[in-house]
């Protein structure tokens, strides 16, 4: 079983940047496609990038199209996402996830992602 632990959350105002970090233990992701999900209050959990095994190709919801990019470090067994142009809707608890189809290639959909990380808060003043 994979334990994945995301770091770097915190407060910016709008218009800051964030990196965001998902280092994984317990076994390899190498050869997984991963992503990052957020929980905003009151929101259900939407997904927000996706990247394939080798970090080779990378997905993106349309709300974060240009500002997020994704990109992963298999000799670390990590995932960063790094976030730009920070807007205040932007702030939610951020997850990553490991997916579970074995295709290599990520979904967009929970059900698709086996296993879970605690997340990191990240908060946008405006």
């Known amino acids: 079983q994979v334990q994945l632990v995301e770091s770097g959350g915190g407060l910016v105002q709008a218009g800051g940047s964030l990196r965001l970090s998902c280092v994984a233990s317990?076994?390899?992701?190498?050869?997984?496609?991963m992503g990052w999900f957020r929980q905003a209050p009151g929101k259900e959990r939407e997904w927000v990038a996706g990247?394939?095994?080798?970090?080779?190709?990378?997905y993106y919801a349309t709300s974060v199209k240009g500002r997020f990019t994704i990109s992963r470090d298999n000799a670390k067994n990590t995932m960063y996402l790094q976030m730009n142009s920070l807007k205040p809707e932007d702030t939610a608890v951020y997850l990553c996830a490991v997916d579970r189809t074995g295709s290599g290639y990520p979904g967009v959909v929970e059900s698709g992602f086996g296993s879970w990380g605690q997340g990191t808060q990240v908060t946008v003043s405006s």
């Open positions: 317990g076994r390899t992701v190498s050869n997984y496609a």
């Open positions: 990247i394939n095994w080798s970090g080779g190709s990378t």
